[in-house]
């Protein structure tokens, strides 16, 4: 059953780094998503990109976050300067278009030090 | 107004109870709706649709009502590995919204 993936599980960075995290899509979806959830409380969306193009973004998604899709597979997160409250685990999502079911990968757990 | 409200929960009931979670949302608009089940540290995952006919699945049924812009789903002879946290997910132009979640724990 095809299902969509995230690298690194678990991304440990300083305050003040970069981070990209990434994600692979179930291959015949168009829609993407990125989530987050900080310990104990509720999914956050982010972001979503269709056609290349971002789609709609939360007031969460400011000028520190960027998405892209650099090739037909990968699907990243760019955090360009991470603060402590970043941390949190975050979900990629692509979703089907003919059912309008959306499938998470296994999440992304960043800890900002 | 909360985009989708549910009852945070928690509910703690013994195995072979029935137990039913009500979900709202305020937009409309709104063309698709979801249950998600989130376990603890892991990624939500998709519980089934929810139609207007209602629809169920084994032990799992799932109801919406347009005209009032409510969602419910009910589980039947409630299991100890049904524990989890259930999410509410709503769905306007492929924009997917999330409630907070209503945790269950089922004992034995």
């Known amino acids: 059953e095809p299902e969509v993936t995230q690298t690194p599980s678990h991304q440990v960075t300083q305050m003040g780094q970069e981070v990209i995290l990434r994600c692979v899509p179930i291959?015949?979806?168009?829609?993407f998503y990125w989530y987050r959830q900080i310990l104990g409380q509720k999914v956050e969306f982010l972001v979503s990109f269709y056609n290349n193009e971002i789609s709609e973004k939360s007031e969460i998604f400011d000028d520190q976050f960027s998405v892209e899709r650099p090739d037909g597979s990968n699907f990243t997160l760019k955090i360009r300067s991470t603060k402590l409250e970043d941390s949190a685990m975050y979900f990629c999502?692509?979703?089907?278009?003919?059912?309008?079911?959306?499938?998470f990968g296994p999440g992304t757990r960043l800890t900002v030090l | 107004r909360k985009e989708v409200e549910q009852d945070p929960g928690p509910f703690n009931v013994p195995e072979g109870a029935t137990v039913a979670f009500n979900c709202t949302y305020s937009?409309?608009?709104?063309?698709?709706f979801f249950w998600y089940r989130q376990d603890c540290r892991k990624e939500p995952k998709l519980l089934m649709s929810v139609y207007s006919s209602g629809n169920e699945d084994g032990r799992f049924t799932a109801q919406l009502n347009r005209a009032s812009q409510y969602i419910s789903l009910l589980i039947r002879d409630s299991k100890l590995s049904d524990s989890a946290t259930y999410l509410c997910v709503v769905n306007k132009d492929n924009d997917m919204r999330f409630g907070a979640g209503t945790r269950l724990t089922v004992k034995p």
């Open positions: 291959s015949n979806h168009l829609y």
């Open positions: 999502a692509s979703m089907s278009l003919t059912s309008g079911e959306q499938f």
């Open positions: 937009n409309s608009a709104s063309q698709s």
